[in-house]
């Protein structure tokens, strides 16, 4: 099904139970990033929280940083339902090599995670 991006095929085998969530990570892994990106990003959407442990995810971040997809990498972070661990951010930073523009990413995401839990430890003090 990957390999002929047959998507909707996809989807209606694994609304059906027919399809294993480790059959969706298999297929993620075997599409051609840059030529399938909506193949890409429905498989995401299939590799629901409850079936893909979040440390998967983490490594599908890492490794779109290394290699230079920043479409991947905007839809494996958009999916997340709670912030990258910081030291995933950091794994994926040095991944990204001289990657200009997967670093200023990578580097806003840190920037914006630190400033959100310093916000939010500050308003805990001031609740007291």
């Known amino acids: 099904m990957v390999k002929c991006n047959n998507v909707e095929m996809m989807q209606l085998l694994y609304d059906e139970k027919r399809t294993h969530p480790d059959a969706l990570i298999r297929a993620f892994l ?10 890409v990003k429905d498989t995401i959407k299939l590799l629901t929280v409850e079936h893909v442990p979040r440390e998967f995810m983490h490594k599908l971040f890492v490794a779109a940083a290394h290699h230079g997809q920043m479409a991947i990498l905007e839809i494996v972070y958009e999916s997340q339902l709670a912030d990258l661990p910081l030291n995933v ?17 990578i580097r806003k995401l840190v920037c914006d995670q630190v400033f959100k839990n310093l ?3 500050y308003l805990l003090l ?3």
């Open 126 to 128: 001031s609740e007291r």
């Open 89 to 105: 951010l950091k794994y994926a930073l040095d991944a990204a090599g001289a990657n200009a523009k997967i670093e200023k990413f």
């Open 30 to 39: 075997k599409a051609p990033h840059g030529e399938r990106i909506r193949l």
């Open 119 to 121: 916000l939010r430890k």
